[in-house]
């Protein structure tokens, strides 16, 4: 036969809704281990003992799941020890990864900056062979007046030149006319002195 919860209660010196938690908290107790006694609920007598033993079966449950939960956190830290540890190296990997492009990318300014400072030196160069291929304006314009004075003196001299030739070319007319003269004159003095000689 089985027993109430009141009786349950009395036995084990607690109240009855601490008797209706235990009950609840069992899986299908109810189903198994209860049936209704005209108005009141009567649980068997293996049910009787398994609410009387709650405390160690709880127990035990509740160190069976301690266990099982130690177990699992064991694993759970395993596991994140092993990810940990991939992690770890993940990022040694990624920070070798950095330092090798910092140190490409230090490479590649010092050659940009190698190759801007070779460029200015070029130009440099090259401003220096173009002053030397293109003469400064100031240059150009005392060029430009030498080639003057020159072209001033060539037709100075070439004015001279023809002017020397037209008085050489006159003293050279005007010694032929003296001589011509000279010549008539002692042609004519001859002359003059046969005829007197005749008289």
């Known amino acids: 036969m089985g027993k109430t919860i009141r ?3 009395e036995e084990l010196k607690l109240s009855k809704q601490a008797i209706n938690q235990r009950i609840s908290s069992i899986n299908g107790f109810r189903s198994k281990h209860t049936h209704k006694v005209k108005n009141h609920l009567e649980i068997d007598e293996q049910g009787v ?3 009387a033993n709650f405390d160690k079966q ?3 449950y509740q160190q069976k799941n301690r266990q099982s ?5 064991e694993k759970q830290d395993k596991k994140k020890t092993n ?6 190296k993940q990022l040694n ?3 070798q990864q950095i330092a090798n492009l910092q140190q490409a990318l230090d490479q590649q300014q010092k050659l940009q900056m190698a190759t801007v400072a070779e460029n200015h030196q070029l130009k440099e160069h090259v401003q220096k062979l173009s002053g030397l291929l293109e003469p400064s304006s100031s240059t150009q314009k005392q060029q430009s007046k030498d080639k003057d004075d020159a072209l001033s003196n060539n037709t100075n001299a070439s004015h001279s030149k023809d002017k020397n030739d ?4 006159n003293k050279v007319a005007e010694y032929g006319n003296r001589q011509k003269k000279a010549f008539k004159n ?3 003095n001859s002359w003059w002195n046969f005829l007197k000689k005749k008289e």
């Open 7 to 9: 009786q349950i209660s």
């Open 49 to 51: 003992k398994m609410l």
């Open 58 to 60: 709880t127990r035990k």
């Open 69 to 73: 939960r130690q177990v699992e956190n």
């Open 83 to 88: 990810i940990d540890d991939v992690l770890l």
């Open 93 to 95: 990997v990624k920070d």
């Open 166 to 169: 037209k008085q050489n070319g």
């Open 186 to 188: 002692t042609v004519n």
